[in-house]
């Protein structure tokens, strides 16, 4: 074999760089398998992972090594990203442009080859609206993803997934995955001869055989989303793309939806979700200061330490929520977004000032109970409220970090 590859370099004027060149050797076990082979009398070494064209492929057949070196490139680019975008403060919009052109293209390279599964887990067998997201939970993607949202959102990393997602109105980008998986598969269906054409008709007769494939994830795919292999030839390119898009947004709604009333049945994030009743972005990430965006975003999602979140983490021993009473003030009441806002006396001298700026838009504003007022602020797209409201939020949680 290698001198028939020797042969055709010579004939070509071909250089084999050997330094370069490696073994790979697949096996079921995927150890590393040694063996002798040798090129002009140079020995190629054998190796366990290989890189080719931005891919690591792995004796094992497993893409998992090749998803963890792609994980940690985008992170190495996105902490460089977060490094040069710190001090400027860029907008939000800006921000996630930035990241969906810069970081995204590293982190969904190749995603339609190893975003493959298996399709006789436990978690393909679950055919609801949580499926795709049962399948690609933990995916590289959407982990490097939500710890650049929850970056430049300033909350830290064990704030909800799904309310992050809620507040900047960001789909997971397992959508991308999927996307790519069709559309690669469009492909296929499309090419007709080659050595592309000869590998796709292998792995679709392994699939009929009962052999898990990358035609299996394919198949399992274009089944959830009710299309056929058939509708691949009566559709374009973009025609399928619009579908998919349009049928992954519309499970993830409905999955949303039902775990926003698990939400507030369940108690954890039962106060963001009596005001967040749809999927979009929130007006109060236009506000242009950071720190007023951070602090009303925490209040928000629960991000904070008062009593009625940190409660829960408690070390020694888990508090119930009637007893999660505020250490700030003498009312004996319990430390919740509510009593935060309206009730605790230490930040009367703000909120006395933060009320008469809120009346001058709304007279009525005094005459609600403090569970509309919350609602009413909370709701608010008039940008002049939003930023009166955030920076009373910023200054108290300022006053509570000082107040012992």
Request: contains cysteine.
């Amino acid at each position: 074999c290698t001198f028939r590859i020797s042969k055709f370099c010579e004939e070509w004027c071909l250089d084999v760089n050997v330094a370069k060149t490696k073994v790979l050797i697949f096996n079921k076990t995927g150890k590393l398998i040694t063996d002798y082979f040798e090129f002009n009398g140079n020995q190629i070494e054998c190796v366990q992972h290989y890189c080719y064209l931005g891919v690591y492929f792995s004796a094992s057949g497993s893409f998992n090594y090749g998803q963890q070196e792609i994980y940690q490139k985008s992170l190495k680019a996105s902490f460089k990203l977060t490094k040069l975008i710190t001090s400027a403060e860029p907008s939000i919009n800006t921000s996630i442009h930035l990241y969906d052109h810069l970081i995204k293209p590293i982190v969904l390279y190749g995603s339609e080859i190893w975003g493959s599964f298996k399709t006789n887990t436990a978690a393909c067998r679950k055919n609801d609206d949580t499926l795709f997201e049962n399948v690609f939970s933990n995916n590289i993607a959407d982990k490097s993803h939500m710890k650049y949202l929850k970056y430049i959102l300033g909350v830290n990393k064990f704030s909800s997934n799904l309310a992050v997602l809620s507040e900047t109105g960001r789909f997971p980008l397992y959508f991308s995955i999927v996307l790519s998986i069709t559309k690669y598969l469009y492909r296929l269906e499309n090419c007709s001869s080659g050595i592309l054409h000869e590998a796709y008709s292998l792995t679709k007769s392994m699939h009929s055989n009962g052999i898990q494939t990358w035609y299996s994830s394919a198949m399992f795919i274009l089944k959830a989303l009710h299309l056929d292999i058939s509708s691949l030839r009566n559709l374009t390119l973009n025609q399928l793309s619009c579908i998919v898009k349009d049928r992954l947004i519309k499970r993830f709604k409905i999955n949303w939806h039902e775990k926003r009333e698990k939400g507030i049945k369940a108690g954890k994030l039962d106060t963001y979700f009596s005001f967040k009743t749809h999927f979009k972005a929130e007006e109060y990430l236009k506000l242009t200061k950071f720190s007023l965006r951070q602090s009303l975003c925490k209040l928000r999602i629960s991000a904070h330490t008062l009593m009625i979140e940190s409660g829960r983490y408690a070390k020694k021993q888990y508090i119930q929520r009637s007893e999660r009473i505020c250490k700030k003030c003498n009312s004996s009441n319990v430390e919740d977004e509510f009593h935060f806002l309206l009730q605790c006396s230490i930040y009367n001298e703000e909120r006395r000032k933060f009320l008469k700026h809120i009346s001058c838009f709304n007279k009525y504003f005094c005459n609600l109970t403090d569970t509309e007022k919350c609602q009413w602020l909370f709701i608010q797209e008039n940008i002049q409220i939003i930023e009166i409201f955030a920076s009373f939020v910023d200054k108290c949680f300022d006053i509570r970090k000082k107040y012992v």
